[in-house]
């Protein structure tokens, strides 16, 4: 661990205790909304233990450990609202997605605002959240619990993408949760443990998925190993898709084929909506993606009317 890490974690550890401390954020919080453009205090910690209201069209999430969810502390600082704009959309638009379908998966859940959000407005399907970082996944479920959703979401210590292994670490690795981690990081120092990846086709498979489905994916790069295990799901299932894509993406392009081969329509999520294109183009500032059946396209009309 280096010592800047240390320093943050001592730092996390004593100052957000002591008496006086919450009131110190509240007031920067203040002075920051109402009067200044800079951010730099979203940079600090919140004081442990807090609840933090996320809200959406619908109504309010709640998501616990702010002191270790940076989802979590920065709705804190933001007053519960999604931000950027992008950011907002996308959420926005997969609640509607999951208000029109079955099963809902959230891979790459972490704390699991989208797993919250969709089993919130839509109570009637069945919502399974899936992430390979063991703190993440009991942060998730604690905020299930505080949500009361633990009857709808079923939360799995499980990879998606291509069979194998991949050694997670147990013990936390930096001062604040990760927000994702990657496949090709594998933490095998002792304290360490074994999580399963299984294919998109097999976790169909064996959750029984036969309705219509709608999928979140936020795999830091990994997507295309997802969308290529996967043949069974595109061509029968059917499902829709909100998935970053990251510039930094090597294989965006084989991924891209394999929807031109399934007829799926591409859109980009931005701040003023979407913006269809024939072919996937990683966008350094949107990251979003809406992948959407030819045949069920008319939903995106509805998005972009309703705007």
Avoid at 13 to 30: A, E, R, V
Avoid at 287 to 294: E, N, Q, S, Y
Wanted: net charge neutral.
């Amino acid at each position: 661990m280096s010592s800047t890490t240390s320093l943050k974690i001592l730092y996390k550890k004593t100052i957000p205790y002591i008496w006086g401390y919450q009131y110190f954020c509240s007031l920067l919080k203040f002075v920051f909304t109402k009067f200044l453009s800079s951010n730099w205090h979203t940079r600090l910690p919140v004081k442990p233990g807090q609840l933090i209201k996320a809200n959406l069209s619908f109504g309010t999430v709640i998501l616990t450990k702010p002191e270790r969810c940076s989802i979590a502390k920065k709705l804190y600082w933001t007053n519960g609202e999604i931000e950027p704009v992008e950011d907002r959309n996308a959420l926005e638009y997969f609640i509607e997605l999951s208000r029109n379908s079955d099963f809902v998966l959230d891979i790459g859940s972490n704390s699991g605002i989208f797993s919250l959000a969709s089993a919130s407005a839509n109570p009637r399907a069945k919502v399974f959240a899936f992430d390979i970082l063991p703190e993440a996944f009991h942060i998730l479920i604690d905020n299930l619990i505080i949500n009361d959703l633990t009857s709808i979401v079923t939360p799995y210590l499980i990879g998606v993408g291509k069979t194998s292994k991949f050694k997670a670490p147990f013990k936390n690795i930096t001062s604040e949760m990760p927000t994702s981690l990657k496949l090709d990081e594998n933490y095998d120092d002792g304290l360490s443990v074994n999580i399963e990846i299984k294919t998109l086709d097999n976790i169909f498979k064996d959750n029984n998925i036969i309705g219509q489905a709608c999928i979140k994916i936020d795999v830091e790069g990994f997507e295309g190993d997802i969308f290529k295990n996967s043949d069974n799901v595109l061509e029968v299932h059917r499902p829709y898709f909100l998935c970053e894509v990251l510039p930094s993406s090597l294989d965006y392009n084989d991924y891209d084929k394999l929807f031109i081969k399934n007829k799926y329509n591409k859109f980009l999520i931005t701040d003023s909506g979407l913006i269809q294109y024939e072919e996937i183009k990683p966008n350094r500032r949107f990251k979003d993606w809406l992948f959407i059946p030819i045949e069920k396209s008319e939903i995106v009309r509805f998005f972009l009317s309703d705007k």
